[in-house]
């Protein structure tokens, strides 16, 4: 169709274009709406090791610009996963990424050796997920539980390890370069924050979980942050996701130092959301003579500007 | 399902809270089926950033129209209420299960209150060409409040008005009336929607006399097709409790496996 | 006009309803656009020990339902605000609260003491700016740091000391202990989120200074949860500062455990907004039944929810 | 400055890219001066989230009326172009300082382009109020993309058009045409608006011809009344930097201290 060549690579994995679903806001129901083929990769919601009910009802709630879940992670465990969801992949021409979660490193790292199959093309390890830990913690708040849980993980798989990071985190730039030293081939910035909402009338917290996670528009700006703070620092791809709702987005998130993107909640909003976004990055690469989309990747030009 | 930009062709005030929209898009309207329902992007800002999940209150194939019967009460029925005629708006559906008829039914009962009117009206008009007769019980605050009447009478049903004006929509009242209805007629199946405490009724009822039921749920939802699991609520299957998607594997489920209602 | 009674109090300090503007989105200027007596507090934009420039322009961003600012702290210096600034709201019957800001816990602590002036009511300690420090971080970051500059300040001056902390940190609960251990009468969370935007067609920051703050209602469901978790763990009052625009907003801040409420980029938005918000406070206290405000805070109905 | 809401009378386009709006708002229309600016609210939703800074075209105490001529291009001013007549729209100003014209003056030379044909349109008609006869260099990219010539005409100014089209708004070409005029007519200031070059040319064009001179600038904007420090730029003030701020010290400065143009 044009000249723009948009592969990218992920550690060993190469995928035709930058640009992914989110982990929990994808499943094999979008291939009912358009051509899942045409994506990067897809990305599958979060396995655990068991099957699991996940949070009660209410699980979302509306925000500025955003949305609130606690899904937790409801899930029928692994063995269902591999029986039924990656033969289904198998019909289509595109890379699938497994997202996996447990709570402890040994778990993480036995799921992570039981989905090294056939079909499989790369493992997303959900080490950032805020409603599965204590008090809303997680793995990636600290390096030092990272590099922990991310080393037991490339013990047990040869596949590229995605690492996801959380962005309720005061260093972003020390957890990534903790996953990365522990073996991680891309880092993934990032979860949901951390977040509330109170309805007045009834003093109930929105969520049956008290508090849940924020994603959508309204976090772009900050998950931008993080991933320019990292791109900076990090030798292996930052993978950006937060907010992600156009092409101009996505590029904006390329410009600061992404090889590739993930998106989430627009989907929700525009459920073939995604091939507008591929199809919008190839224009402006087009227009702006990039013709492979990684020269793009962390251009941007800071020479007029006092470092803060 | 398919995500369509319809025109909007009518969308007034029925009363002081509820609006009906007319929205021509051929492309899903002949896909309706009544317990759907539309996922609505209300307007092209961010604010409100999701969908509003509407379901089908009424749909002709012929005309190419899809309608909506709403209660205006926050940002996003807002924004959908200042529609004007020929303004676009986004549709993604029909979505979900819905109602589900037996060929071999001769009559159902429809309990609905609220936006329950909405979802149930169409519902009359299916049986009516399965040659199945509606009975109603439609409750609402007053007389005039009560939406679908005319058009389930169009349809054929028989029609009984409780309203919290006179006192007639009190629980007490309505099960009464429900026992005598069921005794009178050879009813086959009871549906109802919304309300916790008419489905907790209608459970009741539906267990009673051994009749099977459906009720349609709402909650929040995210995606509206499966993906998100943001919309489930807990049912009762095989004695054990399941989180269930109301967008997908509903919004229409079987009377007695509700538990939350 | 009503019966409902609005006053509520921050250590020592009463005042006579919940609602106060934001450092930095307010100055003397307001007092043309309405009476600025109505406010619970006025609270200026931080003063610095001595006169600084700023940041570069351009300053101030837009993002999804939020902007970001990397003002820095534009200040004549500690000296012409006692000269002029301090006079100015004598003229007002509210109480002045004064906010601080320094690089070393020395100067602050210099600082607070030459501010224990006649016709200051509080002092404000902004311990969470991201502009001023190295990559962004405060002290506010680090709970053993919020604790050595409080401690310092607390010696200079008996004036009621409100806290000012960063969102930027993965405990808040940790740092507003420190914070209140080291003797301030109140926590007031939150400064703004350390964030970024891009100008895709230039591929140049939208900021002079790359990074700066978001605020706005964006941030709202973020904060309200740090208010929430701090809340419940301390002993001194919790004022609420986030995404504030509307007396909605502001009694989910109470409910969820704020004695009191800043408003910030609202007033950008709707120069007498504040107001409204009073308003409305007072209106829903009637509606609820709420004689005294302070009965409200800190009222969310957790019954029905599973803890996180 | 009050903030209000003013009644859309007028909201049309006059050519590819600009938008005329005239806005009913008696309360704020007597009190406008050139070169001062409103701050507006686009939309009642959050996205956008902040209101956006529009000079004062023109205005009419009598009628009540202000104008505003303004370039559709983000989100903020494509809500704007949207406005129909009757729709309200928020006011919050007039904001800033305008231009300073001395009585003493005979002639003053306005150069102006894109938005700044906006903003220094109403300079004219007061200047003509004043007895001083306004020359005017108006550049734009062809002849029909120049807004105000006819309304500052109708002022009494001589207007000269140069055009990207013919290449006559070529900055040599300006800048002789700027020497000729000033040689030919007793020109006492210099005025201008906004474009980095057109005010790097206008301040030497000062400079040599010892003439005194002022510019309108723009600046993103928070709070427009002076409390935020969002807007400011850097200006020269005895020989030292300061940070002036566009909203309070200005919009209008000397031309001689602008740093950054
Ligand atoms: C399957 C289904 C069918 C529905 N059919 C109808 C109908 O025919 N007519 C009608 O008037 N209403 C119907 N509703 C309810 C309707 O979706 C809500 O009233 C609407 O989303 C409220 O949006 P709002 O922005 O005006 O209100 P707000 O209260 O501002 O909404 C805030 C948030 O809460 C969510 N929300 C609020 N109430 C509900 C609710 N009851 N169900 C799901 N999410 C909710 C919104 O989606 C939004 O995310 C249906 C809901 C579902 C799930
Ligand atoms: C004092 C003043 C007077 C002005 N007068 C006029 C006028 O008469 N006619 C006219 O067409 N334009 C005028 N402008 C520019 C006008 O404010 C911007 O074009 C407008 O804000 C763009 O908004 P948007 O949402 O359409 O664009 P976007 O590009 O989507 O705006 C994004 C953000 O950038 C800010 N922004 C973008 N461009 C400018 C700018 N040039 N100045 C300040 N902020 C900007 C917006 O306020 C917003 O926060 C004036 C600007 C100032 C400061
Ligand atoms: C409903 C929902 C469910 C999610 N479930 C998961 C999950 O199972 N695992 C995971 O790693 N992230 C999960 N996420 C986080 C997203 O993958 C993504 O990181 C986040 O939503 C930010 O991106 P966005 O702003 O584009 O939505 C979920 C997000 C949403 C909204
Ligand atoms: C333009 C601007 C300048 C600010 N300057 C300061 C400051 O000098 N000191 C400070 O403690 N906080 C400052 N803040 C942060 C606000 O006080 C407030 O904490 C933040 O904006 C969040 O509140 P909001 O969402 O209501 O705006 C500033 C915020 C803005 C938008
Ligand atoms: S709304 Fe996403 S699964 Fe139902
Ligand atoms: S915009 Fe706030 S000082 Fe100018």
Redesign the pocket.
Known sequence: MTNVDLHVKIGSLTIKNPVMP????FSEDLANVFDISRLGAVVT??VVPDARLGNPSPR?AETAAG?L?A?G?QSKGVDAFIAHTIPFYRNFDVPLVV?I?AETADRFAEMAGRLTLNGVSAL?V?I??PNLEDNGRSYAMDPAQTERVVTAVRRTTPLPLIV?LTPNTNDIVDVALAAESAGADAVLI???FLAMAIDIETRRPKLGNIMG?L???A??PI?LRMVYQAARRLHVPVIG????CSAEDALEYLIAGATAV?????TFVQPSGMLDIIDGIERYAERHGVTQIGDLVNTVDVSQCVSL | MKQVLGRVLQNEWVNERYKHMVVYAPEVAAACMPGQFFHIRCDDQFTPLLRRPMSIYQYNADYGEVHFLYSVKGNGTTLLAEKKIDDLVDLFGPLGKGFQLDPHWRSILVVARGVGLATLAPLTRLAAKHGIQTHAILSARTAEDVLSRAYMEANGAYVNVVTDADGSSDMHHVEALLHNLIKETPIDALFTCGSRRLTNLLRRVALEHKLPGQVALEENM?CAIGM???CVKPFLKDGKQVNLRVCADGPVFDLQEVMEA
């Open positions: 989110a982990s929990g806001t919601k979060s979302a949305m879940n899904v992670i997202s979660s997303e959900n950032s997920c996801k990032a979860n949901t996670g994603s959508g528009p976090i772009k998950v996701c937060g907010g992600i993930q998106v989430g909640t627009y | 995210g998100c699991f943001c």
